[in-house]
């Protein structure tokens, strides 16, 4: 999405608009409203006398609601126009728009108001991958159909037992066609007209008469306990005091984002999306990433990814969908090719670090939060992981954990988290062959069992199955301290072939074997001076990939640009490693980016170094918002203050950079009841 454009969402729904309110997307724009990854408006157009609608402002009023302030036609230096218009949108069980016309002239205003509509019902992926050239009914498989009512227009799309539906209402008489709704009015000197209209998602009854009479009520009470339940999340997070103003607004930014990425989840909890507009649903990494950054304030999210990745965790073998048992979920999808089984997304497993990850969270969160019911609700589950890992994942026999090309067509080809085409890739830019075993999986796999071996030591009393995962953990930490290192650069491969060749590329993945904790203690500092050297950090923050290597791109996704969620892995782990102050520094770029993005971190910005920018540089299809960009924010804030939990204790050790001032974290709840955290600056520009 591009500063022109304007987003709102509330769990699965969510609208993507240019800054005048409009949708009229190009091929592969995400302009739309979309709901369960397909989009149910494909145009949403207002014009006054055949004129467009020019944005003067827009307010973000919250997650959910915007409103904007707009005037017809081209904006000149010669027109004093009379009329302007304001559109207050609200996305709550669908869409509510509020169109209201003002008149300021002395002399009564005869209009013409017309509303453009259409619904393609177009996936997600097929906006994101081709955009829609032409005329996208050319090209479906299922049928077209569209009703006229009393002050209502139902469109539907149906394919066999495949059904989506848009019924746009509104409240003020209209002579409406196919295309939309036309309004004739005339608006009093100094007076204004309004309209409310709404669009409800998935409506199967072919009369909106039927329907349509509660909704208005119904999408007000739900608009109404969005606004209280913001509160009470707000409420229970942690209380931040902070004299450095880009970081209190970016926190509550965050906190804000979180809960407007929530839908409801499977077991009755609220389930985190990864982001818009093309991740709005579940992407198993990503959501346990952002669990682990929240867990000192939010550990619910971690809870709700727990269960729903217990849920879906792979029991069988099936190549289309990539699952294997013990396997965790990569991605869930509810859109059309998903449906009809054209694409294996309705439940995809074509990822190889979700797995030994989900047992990293399940031992995190038991530390943060005392929850062992829990723990031993999920001991099966944990097993399982922890089985796939060698006996599914190690596909060369050699104790690692690899992945082969994705079996199923239109999939990204890496299945780590850098996952296009180039991203692994050596320091010339040749391409290793498959299957790959990626660095950074390597460390999850010894931090999930030694994190196993601790839950089946503590809680599933088996203490035999404890020694064994530690075992394997130190072998595995031998061998990869061993076989990765690059003794003439020091530093470790970004990956392995099978004949042992070593993928050399100097990468951010470096940071995620510190947080891990797989590294030697005697080779740390040559990660950090790499990490935090000229060719990976850009000022702003660590690139993917270094300058100087072949396919180094500043404005390349995992090439190159700058990603705050692994920006904040790599704080945390130089923070494990005792590199208090370069750790501090990080955070510190990462939290000075942040108000040129209104506070909003994205999910990535280009890699171009400080000294050439007055700002960190937009990248130009990044998701935002979010989750894991959300969570960044809530991480790096955990690392300077150097929270960790200790049994039933909190640990403070807080590093603040000096140009921070003051860090306050009040009402921190955990197993230890509440606390709270105070750090005063001890870290300056010359550490």
Excluded at 142 to 148: D, K, L, S
Excluded at 177 to 183: A, C, I, S
Excluded at 275 to 290: A, E, M
Excluded at 412 to 424: D, F, G, L, T, V
Aim: hydrophobic share 40%.
């Amino acid at each position: 999405m591009d500063a022109d454009q304007v987003s709102i969402l509330e769990g699965l729904t969510f609208i993507v608009s240019h800054r005048s309110g409009d949708v009229d997307p190009a091929p592969g724009d995400p302009a739309g409203l979309y709901f369960l990854d397909t989009r149910f408006l494909s145009r949403w157009i207002v014009t006054v006398n055949g004129e467009r609608l020019t944005p003067l402002s827009v307010d973000d009023l919250q997650y959910f609601e915007a409103r904007f302030f707009l005037v017809p036609g081209e904006p000149t230096h010669y027109v004093n126009s009379t009329l302007s218009a304001i559109r207050h949108r609200t996305v709550a069980g669908g869409l509510e728009e509020e169109l209201s016309i003002l008149n300021s002239s002395a002399e009564p205003a005869e209009l013409t108001v017309r509303l453009e509509a259409a619904s393609d019902f177009v996936d997600v992926d097929e906006v994101r991958q081709q955009g829609v050239p032409g005329d996208p009914r050319l090209s479906r498989k299922g049928r077209f159909y569209h009703r006229i009512g009393d002050r209502y227009l139902h469109l539907r799309y149906v394919r066999e037992g495949f059904h989506r539906a848009a019924l746009i209402h509104t409240t003020e008489p209209a002579e409406i066609d196919q295309g939309g709704m036309t309004f004739t009015v005339q608006v009093a000197a100094h007076g204004s007209w309004s309209t409310r209209f709404w669009v409800l998602t998935d409506i199967r009854a072919p009369s909106g008469e039927d329907v349509s009479g509660g909704a208005l009520h119904l999408v007000r009470e739900m608009k109404e306990g969005m606004r209280s339940e913001l509160d009470r999340w707000l409420a229970r997070a942690p209380r931040l005091r902070c004299g450095f103003t880009p970081l209190a607004t970016a926190y509550r930014r965050s906190l804000a984002d979180l809960a407007a990425l929530r839908n409801p989840g499977l077991d009755g909890g609220k389930q985190l999306s990864a982001g818009l507009p093309w991740l709005n649903t579940l992407i198993g990494r990503q959501n346990i990433i952002t669990s682990l950054q929240t867990l000192p304030y939010l550990p619910e999210l971690a809870a709700a990814t727990l269960r729903v990745l217990a849920i879906f965790q792979g029991t069988k073998l099936d190549d289309f969908r990539e699952e294997e048992p013990g396997k965790a979920l990569h991605l869930l999808r509810w859109n059309e090719a998903a449906s009809f089984e054209e694409s294996p997304n309705a439940r995809y497993y074509g990822s190889v670090d979700a797995t030994p990850l989900f047992v990293v969270l399940l031992d995190e969160y038991e530390r943060w939060t005392g929850d062992t019911d829990l723990v031993r609700q999920l001991e099966k589950e944990a097993r399982r992981a922890l089985n796939w890992i060698d006996e599914w994942g190690d596909l060369v026999g050699d104790g690692y954990l690899w992945y082969q090309k994705p079996r199923a067509p239109g999939q990204q080809p890496n299945q780590c988290w850098k996952e296009s085409e180039r991203a692994i890739c050596y320091a010339d830019g040749r391409l290793p062959g498959f299957p790959r075993a990626t660095c950074e999986v390597q460390g999850y796999v010894y931090d999930a069992k030694m994190r196993g071996a601790r839950l089946a030591r503590t809680f599933w009393n088996d203490p035999a199955y404890a020694d064994r995962l530690e075992q394997q953990a130190a072998e595995l930490k031998a061998r990869f301290n061993r076989e990765f290192w690059l003794p003439d650069r020091r530093y470790y491969a970004l990956a392995r072939e099978p004949d042992g060749r070593q993928v050399d590329a100097l990468t951010s993945n470096l940071g995620h074997l510190l947080w891990s904790g797989i590294v030697d203690q005697d080779r740390a500092h040559f990660l950090v001076e790499h990490l935090m050297g000229q060719r990976l950090f850009s000022g702003w923050g660590v690139r993917t990939l270094a300058e100087g290597e072949a396919n180094y791109n500043p404005v390349g996704y995992y090439v190159g640009a700058v990603w705050p969620s692994d920006n904040s892995i790599i704080a945390d782990g130089m923070r494990r490693y005792g590199f208090t102050a370069e750790a501090g520094k990080l955070a510190g770029s990462m939290f000075e980016a942040a108000p040129y993005f209104n506070g909003r971190l994205p999910e990535a910005f280009a890699g171009y170094d400080r000294e050439f920018t007055t700002s960190p540089v937009p990248y130009p299809t990044a998701t935002s918002p979010q989750g894991w960009s959300a969570g960044a924010i809530l991480s790096l804030l955990r690392t300077i203050l150097g929270l960790q939990p200790y049994d039933d204790h909190l640990g403070i050790k807080a590093a603040i950079p000096s140009e921070l001032g003051q860090v306050t974290l009040l009402g921190i709840n955990g197993r230890w009841g509440s606390a709270d955290a105070l750090g005063r600056p001890t870290l300056t520009s010359d550490d």
